[in-house]
């Protein structure tokens, strides 16, 4: 608990209104903001494009449709031709696509601040939601890199299983998945090495050396749950590479529900889509 003395009454409206004066987010926000949609925009373009050329390639699909091989890459199970089969992996990727940058919460979330009571207030820190914009952009990114070349790998595949005159396809599509785990693998170590040291470089504030005595047996897990802390989103100097969302508050909790249903919609989807 953090104790307000009389003499410094905590006047949230006032204070919120001079938190808006602030200069607000990392200037790495600002910076990488039209990077990622620049990712996404290439994604729902190769996916366009993957669904356009099979259409244009439709008399050369074979029927019935491969849709599974064996370890020698020999096809062991055939579906009818269709469009909807043949275009069946674009349309998990589609779906992915949707549904990964959901599991990220807003930056806006970073600076979300909720009424608490006023005698027992943690104060509003810029350095915690600097930090937390920080490492939320470069999340943002990382799955942005993520869901654009998962989505080129399953649009390859679409193709290369369906037009059985595409030249090397086997070979291509082996370079392709190991080139798409390898970039993975890399990006997630820079996302965790990288990232806990950019953020810990933030300099710290009195607020932030308040709230982190006040917070220090909070979190571990992603979550933490205090109703005295106005902001909905952290990072606590105890684990400086993962964000954490304050379930007290209805904003943190409807991100995480957003997250679940997302996930959730996306592997029922998967599971429905293959057994039909």
């Keep these: 608990m953090v104790y307000l003395p009389p003499s ?14 602030r200069p607000t987010g990392h200037p790495l926000c600002k910076l990488t903001a039209m990077k990622i949609r620049q990712y996404y925009i290439a994604t729902a ?4 494009l993957t669904l356009v050329y099979l259409l244009l390639r439709w008399d050369s699909v074979p029927d019935p449709i491969p849709v599974h091989f064996d370890g020698s890459g020999n096809p062991d199970h055939f579906e009818p031709k269709s469009y909807l089969n043949a275009t069946v992996l674009v349309w998990i990727g589609i779906v992915f696509a949707i549904a990964l940058p959901l599991c990220v919460p807003p930056v806006s979330l970073a600076r979300r601040t909720m009424a608490v009571p006023l005698e027992s207030a943690l ?11 920080l490492l939320t952009v470069k999340t943002t990114t990382f799955i942005a890199q993520t869901v654009l070349t998962m989505t080129a790998c399953l649009c390859l595949t679409a193709v290369c299983t369906v037009v059985p005159d595409i030249p ?8 392709a998945w190991i080139a798409f785990t390898v970039f993975v693998m890399i990006q997630a170590g820079r996302l965790t090495l990288k ?7 933030i300099p710290t504030d009195d607020d932030e050396q308040v709230r982190n005595e006040a917070l220090r047996f909070a979190g571990g897990m992603g979550i933490y749950n205090e109703p005295t802390d106005p902001m909905c989103m952290a990072v606590f100097s105890t684990n400086s590479s993962k964000l954490q969302i304050n379930t ?16 959730s ?6 599971v429905l889509i293959t057994v039909r």
């Excluded at 410094?8 to 004066?21: A, C, G, T, V």
């Excluded at 820190?125 to 930090?131: G, K, L, V, Y």
């Excluded at 209805?250 to 529900?257: A, K, N």
């Design 8 to 21: 410094e009454p905590y006047n949230w409206n006032h204070r919120r209104k001079r938190l808006l004066l």
């Design 45 to 48: 373009v190769v996916c366009a």
């Design 123 to 133: 104060p509003f820190s810029e350095a915690t939601a600097q930090r937390a914009e």
């Design 168 to 175: 090397f396809s086997g070979f291509l599509l082996v370079v």
């Design 195 to 201: 990232s806990a040291k950019d953020v810990k470089a």
């Design 248 to 263: 007290a508050h209805e904003p943190g909790r409807r991100y995480l529900w957003r997250m679940g249903i997302a996930l």
């Design 265 to 270: 919609a996306s592997i029922a989807f998967c």
